[in-house]
């Protein structure tokens, strides 16, 4: 049975379990609710623009700043073509999930530049992407702290 996401208005939802890639060598993919299945491999982080982003996160050893170098998932989502169901803001009505261990679900009114526009990346940990990469990271800018910025991400899905 395939995961899917639930976008409840704005509200966002964490803590469910992940998914890992590093472990499995097995590129990450993102499937659900879209037209077109991506397998997020080195040649598709390639070919879509990199954007870096600075964030803090409060953790228990105080805030902890970092700097993250990927691809925007609002890229991805619009290269996979999410698929909405009829009515009113339909495309509001996804949600994300990600896992890495544990599942994090994001709105997609949060990454919608129509709406939040919020800048959350698919971050390459090698700095670049290549065909060695060992794993990707979920980076969620203006979240205090960095729970829903999971790495190893195995599976993003829309639902």
Known sequence: MRLRFV????????????LTWSESSQPAVLQGAVKQRLILDAALLQSLPAVTVDVTFETGQGRKPGRYTGILLWALLEKAEPIDEPGLNASLRHSLLGRDGYVVALALGELDP????KQ??????????????SSLRLVVP??????????DIATIELR
């Open 114 to 117: 129509h709406y939040e526009g």
């Open 120 to 133: 959350v990346i698919i971050a390459y940990l090698g700095g670049e992407p290549s065909a060695s990469m």
């Open 7 to 18: 976008l409840i208005a704005a509200c966002l939802a964490a803590m469910v379990p992940s």
């Open 142 to 151: 203006g979240d205090v702290h960095g729970g829903r910025s999971v790495r």
